[in-house]
């Protein structure tokens, strides 16, 4: 069974400053990933996902992925956060026709 | 906004209830997932629905159950609730039944049980 680790619980950074969540997830098959966000009082939405090709995915509101393989890892980069972007972050896999697991999120606060 | 409609978006219950919630997928979706979420953890899913059959199921005893209908949305049934039932349900539907598409999600429905 996949699992997905989320390495922080809590970020806090200032507007301007970059962004790295940590996702690791643990199959040693072929998986497809996911990042979602959880903006304030609003429903999860997809932010971006891989499924095969280049590791360097690009999302929506400038956001990033990259998968590397050899390191079981699909962390979440941006340049240069802004308020707006304060939400909880979700990592998530499956495999195949399976189910998506998820992390446990990474809770994101932007200050200015 | 999603078009993922769901109801109640909170009940509170006792220990020993039964719950029932609601979804309304987005129009042309035929699959719908059923999550939990506690709090400060990530969603579990819990199964869904394809063609009015499930079609997959998570580990959650036989108390958690669910319908869909004909136009495709769905019910979660939960019996006998317990404490740790406290959770946001979200409802997630998709145009595929493969699981490698995009998820739409609900708001979430908050039971409390007391």
């Known amino acids: 069974a996949q699992s997905v680790s989320q390495h922080n619980h809590h970020v806090i950074l200032s507007e301007a400053a970059s962004l790295e969540l940590g996702c690791n997830y643990s199959?040693?098959?072929?998986?497809?990933l996911f990042w979602y966000v959880q903006y304030p009082g609003q429903h999860l939405q997809l932010l971006l996902k891989?499924?095969?090709?280049?590791?360097l995915v690009k999302g929506i509101k400038g956001f990033e992925a990259e998968f590397i393989k050899s390191k079981f890892s699909f962390n979440l980069r941006k340049p240069s956060v802004q308020w707006s972007d304060t939400a909880e972050y979700f990592c998530?896999?499956?495999?195949?026709?399976?189910?998506?697991?998820f992390g446990k999120g990474t809770r994101l606060s932007v200050i200015a | 906004e999603t078009g993922v409609t769901q109801s109640p978006t909170h009940l509170i219950k006792t220990r020993g209830q039964q719950v029932t919630l609601r979804c309304s997928s987005q129009?042309?979706?035929?699959?719908v997932s059923w999550y939990q979420q506690a709090l400060g953890q990530g969603p579990q899913f819990i199964f869904q629905?394809?063609?009015?059959?499930?079609?997959g199921r998570g580990n959650f005893p036989p108390r958690f159950s669910g319908l869909q209908f004909p136009n495709y949305s769905s019910e979660l049934n939960v019996n006998a609730l317990e404490l740790d039932d406290s959770a946001l349900y979200l409802c997630?539907?998709?145009?595929?039944?493969?699981?490698?598409?995009?998820?739409?999600f609900g708001e979430g429905s908050r039971l409390t049980v007391l």
């Open positions: 997630a539907s998709s145009f595929t039944v493969a699981n490698t598409g995009e998820l739409f």
């Open positions: 629905y394809y063609r009015e059959e499930e079609n």
């Open positions: 129009s042309g979706h035929n699959t």
């Open positions: 998530a896999v499956n495999a195949g026709n399976t189910p998506l697991v």
């Open positions: 891989y499924f095969s090709g280049d590791p």
């Open positions: 199959y040693g098959g072929t998986v497809n």
